[in-house]
């Protein structure tokens, strides 16, 4: 065992036994490494990530690369969940020498921390294009030998090169939303849903932004985008078709074959995507597919107690990609009565569906809908679903008894956040009342565990980033909507407070992601990778404080951050899809003052009609709603069935 046994990261914990001389990331490596004049060697990954159990396997427990590391270099391992800050860094070190970006990220380090060469998955010998990682040490560890001083300079010069340099700050006109629009619907793919090329990414924040922009201008462009995107994702491999929820992204346009890993953040964002979908269109698949989302996140990411885990991972063993999700024939046959079998093969089984190290194998996915199959068989449509639905449901306990893989049950609190605020969205939109009661037990567990003091925690005994503060404001904010009780909401201003003073970019607006420097720096970036950038998701909580409290500091705040942004995503597209979400919000922010309690008709219908940028705030009186758009106030209104209609209206 190495010094990775007793530390609280599973991903950590999983390299213990390797014969290599791992540390955590702390300061000792480096001082090791200035005393002993050697470089860093840093590998970055993650317990769900497929590609960093390969080069576990082949290079990791392998004798003479655990020799060549522990002779030539100082060992350091760290977990991208645990450390993002870290991570994020090196990353763009990599990207920036040409070398990719990814995980298992593989940086080597100037023994003060500065990186001079780095990639991603390196094969054990030459190989998929890639130099073999033995021949990568040797060299690297001839080099620093030889020509230090050159490794130094190219390192120093790096991190010169990756300071960012002082935003442009512009002007948030409505105009920029309308170039943003027409920017993301050219880069809209209109076969096969989403956005770009393989490998596709849901970009939640893109489909945000054109989903408020089709229900306030009545973009139809706009609305045939999104209901494209959702309709193929959730058809694809990507959606579990047997388990609910999504994998982490498709590695061809259709979303057929997916990455399988399953992550938290992915499926709260989609999980908002569907409900609100619903809320638009109507569409009962959509809220068939969020309910499906949630029943796989209370079997396979939920806590009893209270709580989110952090992921599950995409395989079993290294060498069986996706082996746990996917389907042979005969074993698919074998779950099934001749009659289910009938239908469910032309349903979900398709050889575009094979996977490529392993043909045999299948990715279920829509094939054929039941209305086709219904023509093509001549069974009764409603005989269809029901034999989809009993099959399914044998299909899901038949993989239930294979060896599942690997939950990480780490809870981070901006995880957290983002599905506590998620399963209250999905309690006011499809009335699901166990969402709202575990939504709510897990956000007070998490406060009780990751709040110290003033002192919030990312997970147990690390500090926090600024994507832990916004969630968990944002979560506060969810929690005082749908209950009405002003603690949660004081404690929300509470966390704001410290938030603001620990990552406020006091001179051009915006936060940055960490309390300290990191390489030198601070990094404040608005960009969707492809979850919704945390510095938007800040400026949608100031806006919504403004709004439930009045307090016009907030808004100060909102729209300086907004502006700060402005010239910088002109030209980001899908990638800053989020941010232009949080710019429409600035001009469409809508409070409604309720002077009932939550449970009332009223409070209900405010809670439950979908309507973009809408926030509740409970004041004293009897009966009533006062909608306030942007600082104007309309007529109360005290009929459920006007209240309704009022927010039904794309421009009230």
Avoid at 68 to 83: A, G, S, T
Avoid at 265 to 281: E, G, I, K, P
Avoid at 331 to 354: I, K, Y
Avoid at 499 to 523: N, P, S, Y
Wanted: aromatic share 12%; proline share 5%; hydrophobic share 40%.
């Amino acid at each position: 065992m190495n010094r990775l046994a007793s530390e609280k990261s599973a991903y950590l914990r999983h390299a213990a036994d390797q014969d290599i001389d791992w540390y955590p990331w702390s300061d000792e490596p480096f001082k090791r490494a200035r005393q002993e004049d050697k470089p860093v060697f840093l590998s970055t990954g993650a317990v769900w990530c497929h590609w960093c159990h390969v080069m576990a396997g082949e290079s990791f427990y392998d004798m003479e690369v655990a020799r060549l590391l522990n002779e030539h270099f100082i060992c350091i391992k760290l977990d991208r969940d645990e450390r993002p800050d870290i991570d994020r860094r090196y990353q763009q070190a990599v990207a920036a020498m040409g070398n990719g970006s990814g995980w298992p990220l593989s940086v080597f380090l100037t023994p003060d921390g500065k990186p001079f060469f780095g990639g991603t998955y390196f094969p054990p010998e030459d190989g998929h294009g890639r130099p073999g990682f033995r021949k990568v040490l040797q060299s690297v560890s001839d080099f620093y030998r030889d020509k230090k001083g050159e490794a130094e300079e190219y390192a120093k010069n790096l991190v010169d090169y990756l300071k960012p340099e002082p935003e442009k700050s512009g002007i948030a006109e409505k105009g920029l939303i309308e170039k943003a629009e027409a920017l993301i619907l050219s880069e809209f793919d209109p076969q096969n849903g989403g956005f770009g090329s393989s490998p596709k990414f849901p970009m939640s924040g893109a489909i945000e932004f054109l989903l408020n922009r089709y229900f306030l201008s009545g973009n139809e462009t706009a609305g045939f985008a999104v209901r494209k995107t959702l309709d193929a994702m959730a058809g694809g491999g990507f959606h579990d078709q047997i388990g609910g929820g999504f994998h982490r992204y498709s590695v061809d346009e259709a979303w057929v074959v997916p990455h399988f890993e399953k992550m938290a953040d992915d499926n709260a964002w989609l999980l908002r995507s569907y409900v609100n979908a619903w809320s638009v269109f109507g569409e009962e698949y959509y809220r068939s597919v969020a309910r499906g989302i949630i029943s796989f996140l209370n079997e396979v990411l939920s806590d009893p107690d209270g709580g989110f885990y952090a992921s599950q991972d995409a395989d079993v063993t290294a060498d069986d990609e996706g082996g746990y999700f996917t389907w042979t024939r005969e074993a698919f046959r074998n779950a099934l009565t001749s009659e289910e079998h009938e239908v469910l093969s032309l349903h979900l089984m398709h050889e575009r569906g094979a996977m490529h190290h392993d043909p045999g194998k299948m990715v279920l996915f829509v094939v054929m809908v039941p209305e086709e199959i219904s023509k093509r068989t001549g069974i009764a449509i409603k005989r269809v679903h029901e034999l989809i639905e009993s099959g399914r449901g044998k299909l899901l306990a038949e993989r239930r008894k294979r060896k599942t893989p690997f939950i990480d049950k780490t809870m981070y609190t901006s995880l957290n956040g983002m599905l506590i605020t998620s399963f209250l969205l999905a309690f006011r939109a499809l009335g699901d009342r166990n969402a709202r009661d575990f939504a709510l037990k897990s956000l007070d567990r998490i406060m009780k565990i990751r709040l110290e003091g003033d002192t919030l925690l990312h997970s147990e005994g690390v500090k926090a980033v600024l994507d832990d503060y916004v969630y968990l404001v944002e979560a506060l904010l969810a929690a005082y909507e749908v209950t009405g009780d002003t603690l949660y909401l004081g404690r929300a201003e509470e966390i704001m407070g410290v938030c603001v003073q620990k990552f406020w970019d006091g001179h051009a607006g915006g936060f940055f992601d960490t309390e300290d420097e990191i390489l030198g720096g601070r990094l404040k970036t608005v960009e969707d990778v492809p979850q919704p950038s945390a510095n938007t998701a800040a400026i949608m909580q100031l806006l919504k404080l403004s709004a439930i409290t009045g307090n016009d500091a907030y808004l100060d705040s909102a729209e300086k951050a907004v502006n700060a942004f402005s010239v910088k995503t002109a030209e980001l597209g899908i990638h800053a899809g989020y941010y232009f979400s949080s710019m429409n919000a600035s001009f469409h922010l809508l409070r409604l003052a309720i002077e009932d309690p939550p449970d009332s008709g009223l409070a209900k219908t405010a809670l439950s009609v979908y309507s973009p940028f809408k926030n509740i705030a409970y004041v004293e009186g009897s009966g009533r709603v006062t909608p306030c758009l942007n600082g104007v106030c309309y007529e109360p209104i005290s009929d459920p069935d006007k209240l309704r209609a009022f927010l039904r209206r794309p421009s009230p």
